[in-house]
């Protein structure tokens, strides 16, 4: 049969075991610990925006960044949402933009990378077709400017055939 381990080495295996288990035991209990924290944090937020309160759940977002800094990614992507959510009154397609494109920059590895790739690409798309309409209405404006000129040309022109004698 096999030795039986003595004392010291038992201990020895026991040690060993701890210095391995601790350091991870404690980043886990740290991110699970980190991540308590946040989500009330990220639901006010949430639930101000969902109440249709864009500028309080910026401002929460810019508080939560501030104490959260490595919670940035997330934030500056709901911050994006939010600026160029349909319903906002105040939506701004450009701040919208600069959020996105900051976290493709500062955060190269994020879940939120490719999401923001294509929020990017939808507001350039709702951008360009923006001007595109812009454009049509200004045209549309032009031909009924020149429309009325036409029906009082047509107006004057009736009126002097109605004073012109027949022969």
Do not use: W
């Not at 404690?26 to 309160?53: I, Q, S, V, W």
């Not at 955060?107 to 990378?113: G, V």
Request: aromatic share 10%; hydrophobic share 30%; proline share 4%.
């Amino acid at each position: 049969m096999g030795k039986k381990q003595s004392g010291r080495r038992k201990h020895l295996h026991f040690f060993f075991a701890c210095i391995i288990v601790i350091p991870i035991l404690m980043c886990g209990c740290t991110h699970f610990y980190k991540g308590a924290l946040t989500k009330p944090e990220f639901k006010e937020a949430n639930d101000l925006m969902k109440r249709g309160n864009y500028k309080a759940s910026l401002s929460k977002y810019e508080q939560i960044i501030v104490r959260f800094p490595e919670e940035g990614d997330r934030v500056l992507y709901e911050m994006g949402v939010i600026y160029a959510f349909p319903r906002n009154q105040q939506k701004d397609y450009q701040k919208s933009l600069e959020c996105f494109q900051k976290i493709i920059k500062d955060y190269p590895e994020s879940k939120y990378r490719q999401g923001s790739n294509v929020m990017i690409f939808l507001i350039n798309e709702i951008t360009r077709q923006r001007r595109q309409i812009d454009k049509l209405e200004r045209q549309v404006e032009e031909f009924e400017k020149k429309i009325e000129q036409m029906k009082e040309i047509d107006m004057n022109l009736k009126e002097k055939k109605k004073s012109v004698p027949e022969k």
